[in-house]
């Protein structure tokens, strides 16, 4: 199979991959298929030119009714629709003799960007997943950077804080979410949401990292680890360092709440599958430079801490720094779903204004958490997507800690560790921009059963990479000498390009193969069986991932001697993978087909 590299060296290039298809197409008066008549297995291939009834065509411009009239003269030379039903698309008809007439280069920019009334809902859309994920990766490099470097603390912390501490708060998180869905409006629940991360936030840098001195046991736990054996270190490392765990926590939590849940349910609100297959593989691409940008921007307070002055706190300094752009940003981010509120929701041109109106009806079921799961369970639907979710969780999650164990090794300094995160952020944006043209192009050629398989071969294919480097090291020592460095930061870089491609993957084609799943499905399993899959299901397979690296280290005695056991599991996990997406192509497309979407 041949995925096809797309590459945005122009404006027109990317405005044409905006619009959903590839060549100029004529279009004929009365009625022409949509593109949501079509399946979502099959491929968006340009429409060809057909003979129609129609005799009139749309333009403004003396060409364009020189064409209408050889179109009259010829009667009968059509073409279908391609702007997905939508009134406003710009529209163009053949010559005489079938040749499709000769355009300038702006009308063919114009004729590829998308209606009026898809842009007034993409660019916001774009817009707030831009700021959500320049938070995110602030948050996900200053997180690791705090607690692996911390006092008595490394990378062997991390699995102890996703099973421990990371799952319950989840948990707690979706029974909380579930009743706030039952007693406030959608809208409401996003505000009740993103203000408190904000608060918190803000709060950590400005009142509790200054005070970690007093806030933080060191003395009592280095008595309680005296009568302890030193493998109690990680948990420990945890409670003398709990205001870095706590931050840590909602630093994951931000990625599941407000990325995964809030954001994609939202926009699963607005959108049809039909602007989703379009579109969705590309709200990424705003959302990666955010990447880029918040990547140069830990940088850049990087460069600013080690060069303050003696006597100033650097790290406290930094964090002013990075928590106030995050609170920056959120307050765009709340801006821009309040105008969408007011301007999106309500235009009829925008959202269907009868089926928003159904949904305010319709009376909301109350379930208690009990309830709730067991709701979820019974659907095999659900439980796929919870088992793609979780199954992506442990498997980067067996990866990424041994990757981890090696980067700080190599850069025991945080300054110098924040640096590096800052690049690999950075260098993840840039990736994932061009993922996000060729996720598109999988979609058209392949339909959603491949395009969810990249990314399971792509951290199959890498992270079994990653490890055989780890397992045969001393064969790729002189490989190592010859290209200039030492195998342990041929492993950093080998482990860094590992899970660039593995997360570009995951934004460009696993996250919209997963929010396309759920726009089918009925309010209740959008809202609740959501919750479930993105806000349990994520902690829960990094919990998993987490739980596996305890016990083999438990039994093997440390993480370098498990590398072996870590690589089968992987296998393992990948095969179950490949299961659940199989099972939930074929359910998804049957949930198409009954709700209409496909014709």
Request: proline residues 5%; hydrophobic residues 45%.
């Amino acid at each position: 199979m041949r995925y096809p590299m797309i590459v945005a060296t122009c404006l027109a290039v990317l405005l044409a991959n905006c619009h959903g298809f590839s060549s100029p197409i004529a279009i004929a008066g009365g009625a022409s298929p949509s593109i949501a008549s079509l399946s979502l297995s099959s491929s968006f291939s340009p429409p060809l030119l057909a003979h129609s009834s129609s005799s009139s065509l749309l333009s403004s411009s003396s060409a364009s009714r020189r064409w209408r009239s050889d179109l009259r003269r010829n009667d009968g030379v059509g073409g279908r629709c391609v702007d997905g039903g939508s009134s406003s698309g710009l529209r163009m008809s053949t010559t005489s003799d079938g040749a499709a007439p000769k355009r300038g280069f702006i009308d063919k920019i114009k004729s590829k960007i998308p209606p009026a009334s898809e842009r007034k809902k993409l660019i916001p859309l774009g817009s707030m997943f831009f700021f959500i994920l320049f938070n995110y990766t602030i948050l996900r490099d200053t997180k690791d950077v705090l607690m692996v470097t911390a006092k008595k603390s490394g990378a062997e912390v991390i699995p102890f804080i996703k099973t421990y501490v990371n799952l319950p708060t989840a948990i707690g998180f979706t029974a909380l979410y579930s009743k706030l869905c039952d007693r406030m409006d959608q809208k409401d629940v996003f505000y009740a949401c993103v203000v408190p991360f904000l608060i918190f936030f803000l709060s950590f840098a400005f009142v509790i990292y200054p005070n970690v001195g007093a806030l933080h046991p060191h003395a009592f736990v280095d008595r309680i680890a005296m009568h302890l054996p030193e493998g109690f270190g990680a948990p420990l490392a945890i409670v003398r360092n709990w205001s870095f765990a706590v931050f840590y926590v909602m630093a994951e939590m931000w990625g599941s709440v407000v990325a995964s849940l809030l954001f994609w349910s939202f926009a699963n609100e607005v959108t049809t599958v039909e602007e989703a297959k379009k579109y969705y593989p590309l709200f990424g691409l705003g959302a990666n430079v955010a990447l880029i940008f918040s990547g140069q921007y830990v940088r850049f307070v990087s460069v600013l801490r080690a060069n303050l002055p003696p006597g100033v706190d650097p790290w406290g300094m930094s964090l002013k720094y990075l928590m106030g752009a995050v609170v920056a940003s959120g307050g765009c981010l709340i801006a821009l779903f309040s105008h969408m509120q007011r301007n999106v929701m309500t235009d009829p041109a925008c959202v269907d204004q009868e089926k928003q109106a159904a949904k305010k009806k319709k009376k909301k079921i109350k379930m208690g958490l009990r309830e709730s799961a067991k709701f979820l369970m019974s659907s095999r639907y659900i439980r796929d997507l919870a088992m793609l979710v979780i199954s992506y969780g442990m498997c980067i999650n067996l990866v990424e800690v041994s990757w981890k164990s090696k980067l700080k090794a190599a850069f025991p300094d945080p300054n110098a560790y924040s640096s590096f995160m800052g690049n690999f952020s950075s260098a993840t944006g840039s990736v994932t921009l061009i993922m996000m043209l060729v996720g598109r192009k999988i979609f058209q050629k392949f339909g959603w059963r491949n395009a969810a398989m990249v990314t399971p071969a792509m951290i199959g294919i890498t992270g079994l990479a990653f490890y055989a480097l780890t397992l045969f090291a001393p064969f790729f020592a002189p490989i190592a000498a010859s290209l200039g460095t030492t195998p342990l930061m041929l492993a950093v870089i080998v482990g860094a390009a590992q899970n660039i491609l593995s997360k570009s993957a995951k934004y460009s084609l696993f996250d919209p193969c997963k929010e396309m799943a759920y726009i089918p499905l009925d309010q209740d399993s959008k809202t609740k069986g959501k919750a479930a899959v993105d806000v349990v299901g994520n902690p829960l397979g990094k919990s998993g991932g987490a739980l596996i690296q305890q016990f083999l280290i438990f039994g093997v005695g440390s993480l370098a001697a498990a590398t072996p056991w870590l690589a089968g599991i992987l296998g393992i996990l990948l095969f179950v993978w490949y299961n659940a997406v199989n099972s939930l192509a074929g359910q998804f497309e049957d949930a198409m087909e009954g709700s209409g979407e496909m014709a």
